[in-house]
């Protein structure tokens, strides 16, 4: 999936914009990112998450540097950083009970 995602960076960097990643649907990323496999699992929860990327980052701001504006929200700082994404994007709030607390894994942010 790596390899396949830096060959697209360098073939269609277009795909990474926040105007596309909006509009992706499952095909696009089973052609595009697992290479035609339709074996992976949750690909229709995937495909949402994509979807939710390139909202939040399109209404960041109405520059023509949305991702860097979305960055700056971070004040550059990891930590912060991700702080921003688990704030404006459900799909990365990964939590848990566990023994009667709250744990939280911020495995995709």
């Known amino acids: 999936m790596t390899r396949n995602l830096e060959k697209?960076?360098?073939?269609?960097?277009s795909f990474f914009t926040p105007a596309s990643l909006v509009?992706?649907?499952q095909q696009a990323i089973t052609d595009k990112v697992f290479d035609g496999k339709t074996d992976f699992a949750l690909l229709d929860e995937r495909t949402r998450l994509?979807?939710?990327v390139g909202m939040t980052i399109?209404?960041?701001s109405q520059s023509k540097t949305p991702f860097m504006d979305f960055l700056k929200q971070g004040e550059w700082n990891a930590a912060h950083t991700v702080?921003?994404?688990i704030d404006n994007m459900s799909g990365f709030r990964d939590h848990?009970?566990?023994q009667g607390r709250q744990v939280f894994?911020?495995?995709?942010?």
């Open 105 to 109: 894994f911020y495995k995709r942010a």
């Open 83 to 85: 702080q921003v994404i």
């Open 23 to 25: 509009k992706v649907t």
């Open 96 to 98: 848990a009970i566990y």
């Open 50 to 52: 994509v979807q939710q």
């Open 58 to 60: 399109s209404n960041a």
């Open 8 to 13: 697209l960076l360098i073939s269609d960097p």
